[in-house]
């Protein structure tokens, strides 16, 4: 069986990703990160552990000792992912979701809080591929998603560091995967639309309204729906690489 870390998975999509991880079966080891709230993350700890009880039949059947460990520290730092690897040892697949969006104008944008976005969004991305991509390459089996989002494609007004940010983790994304399927390892990216999550609770009722009344699918994704893609795409087939793949309910 395989191994999974998760990076932002105390709330939101990362904690719907972690859960939908768990009820799959395919993962003996979960290791879930957040860079702050440790209660969070020690609550989604708790929700997968349930699910390990209340599927013990069945795991037991094809898991060994099925666990799910915790790690608060910033993968935007190089010291901690490395840190990390060196308690926790290779994974099988990795999803990047850790990320930062700070509303308002480029122009009132500072410098720290640009040069934030970019190391929470995209550097993290850089340290946790370049620390755990060699066990994969050496095992020649892997697999990594990267959270990106349809702002990365299409650019959005009054977010325009995520967006670039986003680009990138498009490009990377791609790059990486030619560099890395001649060893076996799939690199794809998840665009999504916008998800009923905290990184959205500044909208108004009005503001979704109008977002919906543009989503030909009729409404806001949960975070559910968004995790349950996530796992699906780490079960495609290995030919399946270098994929940016939308989650937006037809939107952009």
């Not at 009820?23 to 969070?40: E, F, T, V």
């Not at 990267?146 to 990377?172: D, H, L, P, R």
Request: net charge negative.
């Amino acid at each position: 069986m395989k191994s999974i870390l998760i990076t932002g998975a105390s709330r939101g999509i990362g904690r719907s990703i972690a859960l939908e991880a768990a009820r799959s079966g395919n993962y003996n080891r979960i290791i879930i990160n957040c860079h702050k709230n440790i209660s969070l993350l020690d609550s989604v700890q708790k929700e997968i552990r349930k699910i390990f009880d209340e599927n013990l039949h069945y795991y037991n059947n094809v898991l060994t000792d099925p666990l799910c460990l915790t790690s608060v520290g910033d993968v935007g730092d190089l010291s901690y992912v490395e840190t990390l690897h060196t308690e926790i040892g290779r994974v099988e697949h990795l999803v990047n979701n850790s990320a930062l969006s700070i509303t308002g104008l480029l122009t009132d944008m500072t410098p720290s809080e640009w040069d934030l976005i970019v190391k929470t969004n995209l550097t993290s991305i850089y340290n946790t591929c370049h620390t755990f991509a060699p066990d994969m390459i050496k095992e020649r089996h892997g697999k990594i998603i990267n959270i990106s989002s349809v702002w990365g494609i299409v650019g959005a007004s009054c977010e325009v560091a995520y967006s670039a940010t986003k680009g990138a983790v498009n490009a990377f994304t791609k790059a990486l995967a030619k560099e890395l399927a001649p060893n076996n390892i799939q690199v794809n990216a998840a665009a999504l639309g916008i998800a009923d999550t905290d990184m959205n609770s500044h909208l108004t009722l009005e503001d979704k309204s109008d977002i919906i009344e543009d989503i030909p699918a009729g409404y806001i994704m949960s975070p559910d729906e968004a995790g349950r893609a996530v796992i699906k795409l780490l079960e495609m087939p290995d030919y399946f690489t270098g994929e940016i793949i939308k989650l937006d309910g037809g939107w952009q």
